[in-house]
């Protein structure tokens, strides 16, 4: 079996071709399956709870300690620089269902060697659906963002990567920097 990805004006199919030796006839027939049309399109104010519920279920994915009721504060967030448009992000939708997410928050910092515009995009809610994984949705998402990054005028992108995202970022030309630090306040 082979599985791919097919453009038709725009519109993403994912596809898989399975061979079967021979029809009736003799001849060797190939069946096409196409699995699922990927829409992908920017995130609007009315989707933000499902957005947010999926951002949720990303960070306990990623082993992160609940704490505290997330919702309200990351609603407030997305709604406010979404608004003012320092926070983009696209969605991957197969049938009206969100199955993919991704956001860049843009940030400006005192302009250094690296980044000379001192605008930097800061990645953040990249998250695929695990039924839609290893199929080519997050990398598209990535370069969706990484245009908005570059229509912003941001010298550098920065994400603090999961364990599952790093081989994406990796074979996208993301580097490692071990100079990050945080400290909590």
Known sequence: MFAGLLIIRGTYFIVTVTTIPYDESGKLEIVRECMAMIEYRKLITKEL??????????????????????????????????????????????????????????????????????????????FTDENYRRKGIAKQLLSKVVDEARKYGCGTIQITASDIGVMLYTDFGFLKNGKFMQLKL
């Open 49 to 126: 709870d499902t957005f947010i519920d999926m951002r949720i279920h990303q960070l306990r994915e990623e082993g992160a300690t609940e704490d505290i009721d997330l919702k309200p504060a990351l609603y407030d967030y997305y709604a406010k620089h979404m608004s003012d448009g320092t926070f983009v992000s696209w969605l991957a939708i197969d049938k009206q269902k969100i199955i993919g997410t991704s956001g860049i928050s843009f940030v400006e910092k005192p302009p250094y060697f690296g980044c000379v515009s001192g605008k930097m995009g800061l990645l953040s809610s990249m």
